[in-house]
């Protein structure tokens, strides 16, 4: 009995063995796969071998033979290639809200699903400790609530805290509790974001996610719609929240024109995509109009260009920028 049930879980160690040790450049021969299930007790003959791994391919492991440099197998395709892990890796040594242990668990994680050699090529080039990362270890708590009550269209009370400026430089906070129906939640510029609505306003609220202290969901006060709240009516289109809010700022979107010089057109497509609708404007510049919210955020997107990016319209997004310039000269007079 006890060797039939070896037998069913053979198939199982083959496989992690494959999974764990073989890729294109490290095939594994028979006399390893026969090794590694022997350390699990199970005796097997090199026939058996081949039989299993006709069955594991019948399956639709993509598990392949070569006889260069050695004869051996290896798994060709798997569910996630070198370079998506390595895509992954680089998203959560990046993103600021996911604290270094945590960062370091992700990664510990994604690497099982390569082989143990792609796995440590991948781990020579992750830099997490001199990266800035919170130190929230709870945020992954809080995403989870947040996410269950956006599913559940329920409000929630969070605690939401910021630094406080002291005379000794000692870390103290201050703490707000607010009523909030949440709608979506944004990953920008490296930090993660709640969006949604305070009940005290008619407007919505943006709000880090790192900075909430603690979540409570209202499990008997239904969400106020964003149809009340925002231009969306049918769905809350978060990739166009998203698109339109610089840096996070709330606002009502306008339509906004943009005169820039053709150096920057790459930096235009990259904020706007490639559908945006450019207009050439003589031999150096182009136009561009997209929809944006005027706000302090689009301000210092648009300063950062300089002289590449005049303002053509509307005349409150110039008042805006001519407020900034005059407040940065009024810094540094002498």
Request: overall charge neutral; aromatic content about 10%.
């Amino acid at each position: 009995m006890a060797n039939n049930y070896n037998q069913k879980l053979k198939l199982l160690y083959l496989l992690d063995d494959l999974l764990e040790n073989s890729d294109e450049n490290n095939p594994i021969d028979t006399e390893h796969l026969i090794a590694h299930l022997n350390n699990k007790g199970i005796e097997c003959e090199r026939k058996s071998i081949y039989r299993d791994i006709a069955i594991l391919q019948e399956y639709g492991y993509d598990i392949l033979k070569t006889r260069s440099p050695k004869v051996g197998y290896y798994i060709g395709v798997r569910d996630f290639q070198l370079a998506e892990i390595r895509l992954l890796s680089d998203a959560i040594q990046a993103a600021n809200f996911i604290t270094p242990k945590k960062t370091k668990e992700l990664l510990a994680k994604i690497y099982k699903l390569v082989s143990k050699e792609q796995a440590n090529s991948l781990r020579n080039q992750v830099y997490v400790e001199n990266r800035p990362k919170c130190s929230n270890e709870g945020i992954y708590y809080t995403i989870d609530k947040l996410d269950r009550a956006i599913q559940m269209n329920r409000q929630v009370k969070i605690i939401y805290r910021r630094r406080k400026i002291t005379d000794n430089n000692k870390a103290e906070y201050e703490e707000k509790t607010h009523y909030i129906s949440p709608y979506a939640m944004i990953w920008s510029d490296d930090h993660y974001y709640l969006v949604g609505n305070n009940r005290n306003y008619t407007n919505i609220m943006v709000t880090r996610i790192d900075r909430i202290k603690s979540v409570e969901i209202l499990e008997d006060v239904p969400c106020i719609s964003f149809s009340a709240v925002s231009e969306y009516k049918n769905f809350f289109d978060t990739a166009d929240y998203a698109n339109k809010h610089f840096n996070m700022f709330t606002g009502e979107p306008e339509k906004i024109e943009l005169i820039c010089s053709n150096s920057i057109v790459e930096p235009i497509l990259d904020r706007f995509g490639d559908k945006v609708n450019i207009l050439k404007c003589g031999d150096s510049k182009f136009k561009i109009t997209v929809e944006a919210a005027p706000s302090e955020g689009l301000v210092s997107w648009i300063m950062q260009f300089g002289k590449d990016i005049t303002v053509k319209s509307p005349a409150s997004l110039k008042k805006l920028l001519l407020d900034r310039v005059e407040a940065i000269q009024n810094l540094y007079k002498i």
